[in-house]
């Protein structure tokens, strides 16, 4: 082996390559990094409308009702988004209905552009989920303003809705 291989670099038709050494054993994640990744696991599945493996990473993580609505309706990040903003977003039916059964805020904003779920499924053109949240109870006073539209008639002419003939 020559020097500059077992110093970690190699040469190349594409110039010299550093190549990173690590531990053949990496430390176990301590009991923090283990929740950590559980939430970035939980916020994955429910980006992706897997309501099934949600539900289950939820009640393995919370066994009591009240810390399943705390988890369900924390912030995700710093900007405020909940698990339901990430649903209503993705138009992933089962999931929002499961995080509405399990607690979730329908009426929480997230906080860099004040937005509800709502406002995100509708948005979104998710309109069968909107009339979920609508039958949840969301508030729809204030959703012109979060929309940024001219007038409630506006909704009507979104790409998707169902033709009222």
């Not at 190549?19 to 301590?30: E, G, K, N």
């Not at 209905?97 to 009426?107: K, N, Q, S």
């Not at 949840?136 to 009507?156: H, I, R, S």
């Amino acid at each position: 082996m020559s020097e500059d291989k077992a110093r970690g670099t190699l040469a190349s038709d594409f110039g010299e390559v550093r190549i990173a050494s690590r531990p053949l054993a990496a430390p176990l994640p301590t009991e923090e990094e283990v929740l950590v990744l559980r939430s970035k696991n939980l916020h994955y599945v429910v980006a992706h409308g897997h309501s099934e493996d949600a539900r289950r990473i939820i009640f393995e993580r919370h066994g009591d009702e009240v810390s399943r609505r705390e988890l369900v309706n924390a912030p995700l990040d710093e900007g405020g988004e909940t698990l339901l903003h990430v649903a209503a977003d993705g138009g992933f039916l089962d999931t929002v209905r499961m995080l509405l059964e399990l607690g979730a805020e329908v009426d929480k904003k997230e906080c860099i552009t004040d937005r509800t779920p709502l406002a995100y499924s509708i948005a979104q053109g998710h309109w069968e989920l909107a009339a979920i949240l609508i039958n949840a109870g969301a508030n729809v006073e204030g959703l012109q303003e979060e929309l940024g539209m001219l007038a409630p008639v506006d909704l009507l002419k979104k790409p998707g809705l169902p033709s009222q003939t």
